[in-house]
């Protein structure tokens, strides 16, 4: 049973009960059935007898934590981070990759199948690593008076506290070398008091550090962090205003996908798990099936993760997107590129769309990879372009099967699924799917 909401709570009981998960949910929590009742059960795996204490009893479900694992599952992991159950970061690292895949899929396909009718077979996961995948971390920065240090970490699990980390085996291991350097140096920070928060990224060229701090800096700070950047060939950036950036040292940073350069802001969205973007973006060029006369459509494009790679392949790409410093970006990245076949458009596609530019153009195919909030505006007026084929890139599957039902009542069909694992150890679902004209 797949859970993708998060109730509120009553008062907890505390009964303990001896049971038996049948399957994972997408938070990595068993679910069992008790006298018609379905558990949730944190801590516990499918097929695993545990002792477990129920905290939240509702009419037709109970919440609980296992306590004592009475007979382990052969895919219960031990998790390899010190933090884990404290952190909020992760929750599935005691499970299997297996495991994570084959529930995340499983929840994925009874979603479609509930709201659509469908039971769509799936591809295999598109998946690169489990650990030392994201390159990007936000991390808080909390001042303790009583105890005069600088705390830098996760917030915990349902609270605003945050987990001091000294590890995260996440993190790509650039990143993660830096955590125990970075916080000695923030400490001995002048302004250490009042900073808000570290922001680390791994560049291809390099890391970069954006600090968040709430006072100006003082000469000799600065002159600390240059320090530090020298030592450990990392760029920083400053941003003494929640919407200014100043680069203290460095160079601009990019990453590659497909043999291309993109650039980009140190503030601008990319996807956070290098590996499974190459792979997504070269599944999407498959499912695609591009020719050399093409004319396609890539829909909130940001500054061009799949655009360019479509440019190179196809007559003409229309990249449209709302935010307009990525619009600038992707256009400054189709000309680093040397690709001029390609046009970025700034809309915002979560109104009427109807009257937009591109509304009334021709295409022969589209991609569109929203956010959160989906494609709902977008929908009907992709189905009037009448295109061949259409990938949606998805970061969540309620949205993705609320917009397939317009695709599936306007005469396509669904041809391919694959979950996305951009997110492994967590309970993130991320997939795509190849929708052909019927």
């Given at each position: 049973?797949?859970?993708?909401?998060?109730?509120?709570?009553?008062?907890?009981?505390?009964?303990?009960?001896?049971?038996?998960?049948?399957?994972?949910?997408?938070?990595?929590?068993?679910?069992?059935r008790d006298n018609g009742k379905t558990i949730?059960?944190?801590?516990?795996?499918?097929?695993?007898?545990?002792?477990?204490?129920?905290?939240?009893?509702?009419?037709?479900?109970?919440?609980?934590?296992?306590?004592?694992?009475?007979?382990?599952?052969?895919?219960?992991?031990?998790?390899?981070?010190?933090?884990?159950?404290?952190?909020g970061g992760c929750n599935q690292q005691h499970v299997s990759t297996d495991l994570q895949h084959s529930s995340k899929s499983k929840a994925l396909s009874q979603l479609f199948?509930?709201?659509?009718?469908?039971?769509?077979?799936?591809?295999?996961?598109?998946?690169?690593?489990?650990?030392h995948y994201r390159r990007r971390a936000r991390l808080g920065l909390q001042y303790q008076p009583k105890?005069?240090?600088?705390?830098?970490?996760?917030?915990?699990?349902?609270?605003?506290?945050?987990?001091?980390?000294?590890?995260?085996?996440?993190?790509?291991?650039?990143?993660?070398?830096?955590?125990?350097?970075?916080?000695?140096?923030?400490?001995?920070?002048?302004?250490?008091?009042?900073?808000?928060?570290?922001?680390?990224?791994?560049?291809?060229?390099?890391?970069?550090?954006?600090?968040?701090?709430?006072?100006p800096l003082a000469e000799n700070?600065?002159?600390?962090?240059?320090?530090?950047?020298?030592?450990?060939?990392?760029?920083?950036?400053?941003?003494?205003?929640?919407?200014?950036?100043?680069?203290?040292i460095g160079e601009d940073p990019y990453y590659q996908v497909d043999d291309l350069t993109l650039g980009f802001n140190p503030r601008d969205f990319i996807q956070v798990n290098a590996g499974v973007n190459q792979l997504m973006v070269e599944q999407a060029l498959a499912w695609l099936e591009l020719q050399p006369?093409?004319?396609?459509?890539?829909?909130?494009?940001?500054?061009?993760?799949?655009?360019?790679?479509?440019?190179?392949?196809?007559?003409?790409?229309?990249g449209v997107e709302g935010v307009e410093a990525l619009v600038s970006r992707g256009q400054q990245n189709a000309r680093i590129n040397g690709l001029s076949n390609v046009e970025f458009l700034h809309h915002n596609l979560e109104l009427d769309v109807s009257q937009q530019s591109w509304a009334r153009e021709g295409f022969d195919k589209v991609l569109l990879d929203p956010a959160r909030a989906g494609a709902a505006e977008a929908m009907a007026q992709i189905v009037s372009l009448n295109p061949e084929r259409i990938v949606y890139v998805s970061c969540n599957p309620v949205?993705?099967?609320?917009?397939?039902?317009?695709?599936?009542?306007?005469?396509?069909?669904?041809n391919q699924l694959r979950m996305l694992d951009m997110f492994p150890q967590t309970g993130h679902i991320e997939s795509m799917a190849l929708f052909i004209k019927k």
């Open positions: 049973m797949a859970q993708f909401y998060s109730p509120g709570r009553r008062k907890a009981t505390q009964q303990t009960i001896n049971i038996i998960p049948h399957e994972l949910d997408t938070q990595g929590q068993g679910v069992a949730f059960i944190s801590g516990a795996l499918p097929q695993e007898q545990v002792e477990a204490q129920i905290y939240e009893n509702k009419r037709n479900y109970s919440k609980a934590k296992a306590i004592r694992i009475l007979s382990p599952s052969p895919q219960r992991m031990t998790p390899p981070c010190s933090h884990y159950g404290i952190c199948k509930r709201e659509t009718g469908l039971e769509p077979a799936q591809g295999a996961v598109i998946f690169s690593q489990g650990y105890q005069q240090r600088l705390q830098m970490g996760f917030r915990q699990r349902a609270s605003n506290d945050l987990v001091e980390m000294t590890e995260c085996p996440i993190l790509v291991s650039e990143l993660e070398q830096l955590l125990v350097p970075l916080k000695d140096c923030l400490s001995a920070l002048s302004v250490v008091k009042k900073l808000g928060h570290a922001e680390l990224v791994m560049a291809d060229n390099g890391p970069l550090l954006v600090l968040r701090h709430l006072v700070d600065r002159q600390h962090l240059l320090q530090f950047a020298e030592r450990h060939q990392i760029a920083i950036y400053l941003a003494g205003e929640s919407d200014s950036l100043e680069r203290l006369t093409d004319r396609v459509l890539d829909l909130f494009c940001g500054m061009g993760n799949f655009t360019l790679s479509i440019a190179k392949r196809a007559l003409r790409v229309t949205t993705l099967v609320e917009d397939s039902k317009v695709l599936l009542s306007g005469g396509y069909q669904l």
